[in-house]
């Protein structure tokens, strides 16, 4: 059977909603919309009534009028789904055991009783802080549900494996447990991570351990704050759906139910009030693809240093104290660093190094040992490189996040701190390769920095949410190409603009008598006319306005991909082709580029620095 590339938007049997897209609006009134036993899988993440802040929903009603409009939407859910269906139901402990009575006297059933556990909860002063949310796993027929239960992912070590060696334990492992035993600590002290206790938080438990996203997680999307793990919904959508099944949530807010369910094969459906969430979600879905690898890590406990290992550079900075200079004590509060398999700091730790030289040299070990022979800028390029980099920089106890650890080991190549250990892959893509979608790259350089006031393409590539805008932007301007593809042309392009700034001041007498002097209307321009044709253009909108000028090997194949890609079709309204006589020596066409592009100043070109210097207009 061939791999299912994409799974396509199709409409709901029967029904007025379409999958493969956020429905904006109440979720009550488009849920009648949909034909009884249509959906597979509903999750629902609704708002817990605690007062909440979302973009267009009050969360704070009386509580009979809550648990009666949660009653109202589940019977909904109810409705909907087929008789095989499961609903998972996401809801704090305010109203927990309101909505699992609501919930049975629907009629559904209830399967399992799950509680996530997270850190970094909500930090309470007259109670307990809130560190945890109740997942019930309901169903309409107890004698009729997906449950994959031979599904390798779901499934764990026994203890008959692990632990007695015994022959005759299944090589397929077991389902896990319901029952989650806590392990007193050696110590008879009180346990404060779940890091410090492995043994405590198993796979094989009903209490899930995965960390909240919280404001520095390279998964955070930035404009919802009640965001979920991938990797917990991967394990729901796993277990309670198959591929090809639509998964429906009801309260999509950041999307995360809908990409993990298109990265897993499903079809996805959702409803969501707010028309700003649904703009963003949407524009996150829109660079998700089938296939591609979930957020977060899978080994919650494993991604984290324990506390004792985040004591290791602490301690050291306590101990040289005195002898940090201000310079160190600015790197302290800079160089915050925290990771997975990685490096062990190779150089015993001395009463007298400071926690600067401490952290370079993590640093420098955590990219040796992770890099995979390439250079900096391919690992910067590259999100899975990056990600095992982060990995070890955390378990290497360092403080921070991943954009202080690539920033500072930029600046440790800028100064000269990186040793040669071993020869350095080289990474080339061909002109012919590059010429298929590095007008993309430029174009999301642009609106990436123009999103972000200006950040250079380093710190672009050094910050995750920036460097994820940039990949989403690139994808949806098109090219059909990966993160990594992209990045690399747009470092391309930066790596030669030196170069190309020189050749417009000592070439602009042969530019000065060229430029785009005939418009062609955007919908009557004959692609075919221009198949294989090299050449330079430019788009402009209603007003004329140019929109970007980009060089080419083929204009036919471009302006075929600038049509097909609707983010930049519905903003075109010209064209104006240079071709053939109108361009000058192929030698200079690289550079008689920028210079239209310093002339015109394009909405998406970016502007090298030095071009507005290169003479005055």
């Known amino acids: 059977m061939a791999v299912q590339t994409e799974i396509q938007s199709e409409l709901i049997p029967a029904g007025a909603m379409v999958a493969g897209k956020i429905h904006q609006g109440d979720c009550i009134d488009l849920m009648q919309k949909v034909a009884a036993g249509t959906i597979d899988l509903v999750f629902a993440d609704p708002p817990f009534n605690i007062g909440y802040?979302?973009?267009?929903?009050?969360?704070?009603?009386?509580?009979?009028?809550?648990?009666?409009?949660?009653?109202?939407?589940?019977?909904?859910?109810?409705?909907?789904?087929?008789?095989?269906?499961?609903?998972?139901?996401?809801?704090?402990?305010?109203?927990?055991?309101?909505?699992?009575?609501?919930?049975?006297?629907?009629?559904?059933?209830?399967?399992?009783?799950?509680?996530?556990?997270?850190?970094?909860?909500?930090?309470?002063?007259?109670?307990?802080?809130?560190?945890?949310?109740?997942?019930?796993?309901?169903?309409?027929?107890?004698?009729?549900?997906?449950?994959?239960?031979?599904?390798?992912?779901?499934?764990?070590?026994?203890?008959?494996?692990?632990?007695?060696?015994?022959?005759?334990?299944?090589?397929?492992?077991?389902?896990?447990?319901?029952?989650?035993?806590?392990?007193?600590?050696?110590?008879?002290?009180?346990?404060?991570?779940?890091?410090?206790?492995?043994?405590?938080?198993?796979?094989?438990?009903?209490?899930?351990?995965?960390?909240?996203?919280?404001?520095?997680?390279?998964?955070?999307?930035?404009?919802?704050?009640?965001?979920?793990?991938?990797?917990?919904?991967?394990?729901?959508?796993?277990?309670?759906?198959?591929?090809?099944?639509?998964?429906?949530?009801?309260?999509?807010?950041s999307g995360t139910t809908l990409a993990v369910a298109k990265k897993l094969g499903?079809?996805?459906?959702?409803?969501?009030?707010?028309?700003?969430?649904?703009?963003?979600?949407?524009?996150?879905?829109?660079?998700?693809?089938?296939?591609?690898?979930?957020?977060?890590?899978?080994?919650p406990i494993a991604s984290a240093p324990t506390t004792a290992n985040g004591r290791r550079l602490a301690n050291a900075a306590e101990n040289n104290l005195e002898e940090e200079t201000g310079d160190n004590r600015r790197a302290t509060a800079i160089i915050r660093v925290a990771a997975s398999p990685a490096p062990k700091i190779t150089t015993p730790v001395s009463q007298t190094r400071s926690l600067r030289e401490l952290t370079h040299e993590a640093i420098v070990d955590a990219f040796f040992a992770t890099h995979d022979g390439y250079s900096i800028d391919w690992m910067l390029a590259h999100p899975t490189l990056q990600t095992v980099f982060h990995d070890a920089c955390r378990d290497a106890g360092l403080l921070g996040g991943p954009a202080d650890w690539n920033r500072e080991l930029l600046r440790l190549r800028k100064a000269g701190a990186i040793p040669k250990r071993e020869k350095t892959i080289k990474v080339h893509f061909t002109d012919e390769e590059l010429d298929s979608y590095n007008f993309a790259a430029e174009a999301a350089w642009r609106v990436t920095s123009d999103r972000f006031d200006g950040p250079s393409l380093d710190e672009i590539f050094c910050d995750p949410e920036k460097a994820t805008f940039f990949d989403?932007?690139?994808?949806?301007?098109?090219?059909?190409?990966?993160?990594?593809?992209?990045?690399?042309?747009?470092?391309?392009?930066?790596?030669?603009?030196?170069?190309?700034?020189?050749?417009?001041?000592?070439?602009?007498?042969?530019?000065?008598?060229?430029?785009?002097?005939?418009?062609?209307?955007?919908?009557?321009?004959?692609?075919?006319?221009?198949?294989?044709?090299?050449g330079i253009y430019m788009l402009r909108n209603d007003d004329k306005q140019p929109l970007f000028i980009g060089r080419t090997l083929d204009l036919g194949r471009r302006l075929a991909q600038h049509d097909d890609s609707r983010a930049v079709a519905e903003g075109i309204a010209h064209v104006s082709i240079l071709a053939g006589s109108d361009l000058p020596g192929e030698e200079y066409l690289d550079a008689f580029k920028e210079d239209l592009v310093r002339r015109h100043r394009p909405e998406w070109n970016v502007n090298l620095v030095g071009l507005e210097k290169a003479y005055p207009n």
């Open 266 to 299: 499903r079809k996805w459906m959702g409803c969501e009030l707010s028309e700003e969430y649904v703009r963003a979600a949407t524009e996150r879905l829109t660079a998700v693809h089938f296939g591609d690898l979930l957020d977060g890590p899978e080994d």
């Open 472 to 534: 989403r932007t690139a994808r949806r301007l098109g090219g059909g190409m990966q993160a990594p593809e992209y990045r690399w042309a747009a470092l391309r392009l930066r790596k030669a603009s030196r170069d190309l700034v020189n050749e417009v001041k000592r070439y602009h007498f042969i530019f000065a008598r060229r430029d785009f002097f005939r418009f062609h209307a955007w919908d009557r321009i004959e692609v075919r006319r221009w198949a294989e044709e090299p």
């Open 53 to 253: 802040e979302y973009d267009e929903y009050h969360d704070r009603q009386e509580d009979e009028k809550y648990v009666a409009w949660s009653a109202q939407w589940m019977a909904e859910v109810f409705r909907v789904l087929k008789p095989g269906g499961s609903f998972w139901l996401a809801i704090g402990d305010e109203f927990a055991a309101e909505l699992n009575v609501a919930a049975k006297d629907i009629g559904f059933k209830v399967r399992s009783w799950v509680v996530w556990y997270y850190t970094f909860g909500v930090n309470c002063t007259k109670k307990f802080s809130r560190s945890h949310v109740h997942l019930f796993h309901f169903v309409k027929d107890e004698n009729n549900f997906t449950f994959n239960a031979q599904d390798p992912q779901i499934r764990v070590p026994s203890a008959r494996a692990l632990v007695y060696a015994d022959k005759r334990a299944n090589p397929a492992g077991r389902l896990p447990d319901d029952t989650w035993i806590v392990r007193p600590a050696a110590n008879d002290s009180w346990v404060l991570r779940p890091q410090d206790l492995p043994a405590g938080f198993q796979p094989t438990d009903d209490t899930w351990y995965y960390a909240r996203v919280a404001g520095t997680f390279k998964e955070r999307q930035g404009f919802h704050g009640c965001q979920m793990p991938e990797q917990l919904l991967a394990r729901i959508v796993r277990v309670s759906s198959n591929p090809g099944d639509i998964v429906f949530d009801p309260f999509a807010g």
